[in-house]
Structure formats: structure tokens, C-alpha cells
């Protein structure tokens, strides 16, 4: 992908590309049925991303991943990044 492109998503988000290569690869081999391992990608996104995410609501996303209700992908990391609540 484009240089500029990467760029334009830091400026954006605060959040270094090199930073989310490296939770992306971390993320490649995780055991998403593993509640300790969701519980720790979980607050690796929100201490990226700068954002706390309340106890109840970190039960509610490892609920739902660890049941597959929820994939683990780009999509959902983003939403997680992005919530308001």
C-alpha cells in the first residue's frame, strides 16, 4: 500500500502503522477460544488505540468472541477502537 496512505490513517487515528503491524502479526497464531488470550489482545487494542474499556464491557466482547459469535479480524479490532461506550 501507499506510504502517504499510512500516513494519512496515523494522522487520523494517533495510532502508529508499525504499532498495528505488530498487534496484527501477534495476532496471526492467537487461540481466540482462550479467554485470557481475547482478555489480553483486548487491552492491547485499547492501550493502542488510548481508550479504556470498562470491566463489563471487556466481559461482553471476550463472551462473544470466545463463543464465536464474533470473528477475531481487522473489522472487529476497529470496532473495539472505535467504541464510545
Known amino acids: ?22 498487534l496484527a502479526n501477534s495476532l496471526q497464531n492467537a487461540n481466540f477460544k482462550d479467554e485470557k488470550t481475547v482478555r489480553s489482545v483486548i487491552k492491547r487494542v485499547a492501550k493502542l488505540a488510548n481508550k479504556r474499556v470498562p470491566q463489563e464491557m ?5 463472551e462473544s468472541i470466545v463463543s464465536g459469535k464474533e470473528k477475531m479480524d481487522f473489522n472487529t479490532i476497529a470496532k473495539m477502537m472505535n467504541s464510545k461506550k
Open 1 to 22: 500500500m501507499d506510504n502517504q496512505f499510512f500516513k494519512n490513517i496515523e494522522k487520523k487515528t494517533g495510532v502508529s502503522m508499525n504499532d498495528v503491524m505488530q
Open 58 to 62: 471487556e466481559d461482553k466482547i471476550v
